[in-house]
């Protein structure tokens, strides 16, 4: 069975500071990867997905994540982060064999201090 | 945002009782989830289905069941509530005809607490 792990469980950072969570995966086939943000009191929501190509990707909000297949890694990044990036972020992975559904990693809640 | 509702927003109930929550798209999607939401887990997979009448289990299915009857709604049935099952349940919906190229939309939850 797939597996998705967050080692990083609870950042705290300053505003402007860079960010980088982690995320791995135990699957060695092919996989697609999501990444989903969730701020407080709000459902999920999309921030980027990796399906094939450019294993750099770009998303909302500034955000982006690079795939590299031989770490089995999907790092979420960002350059500067704001206040308002406070939120949980989540890690998603389906295995890509026709059952849709995600395995999600544990969440890491992020604090960003103003 | 997705069109996607669920209904309650909250609810609380005592051990013992049957609850039913309810999904609603409005994207005329095929494939709907359940998800539960509890701290340290993330979100694991309750159970699923790819079309009308069509369901199947996910990791955590045990306690619960489903229907869909109609492409729009999806709902969730606990037969019969227990504390364990205090979480926050997430309906999803995704469209895409390849399992490669699937997305899942999130709705807004609903925060069930059984005493």
Redesign the interface.
Known sequence: AQSVSQHNHHVILSEAASLELGCNYSYGGTVNLFWYVQYPGQHLQLLLKYFSGDPLVKGIKGFEAEFIKSKFSFNLRKPSVQWSDTAEYFCAVNANTGRRALTFGSGTRLQVQP | ?AGITQSPRHKVTETGTPVTLRCHQTENHR?M?W?RQDP??????IH?S?GVKDTDK??VSDGYSVSRSKTEDFLLTLESATSSQTSVY?CAI?ESRL???????????TRLTVL
């Open positions: 945002d494939y989830y998800y340290g887990h993330g979100l694991r997979l699923y790819y996910g990791e997430f995704s399992a490669g190229t699937d997305t899942q939309y999130f709705g807004p939850g």
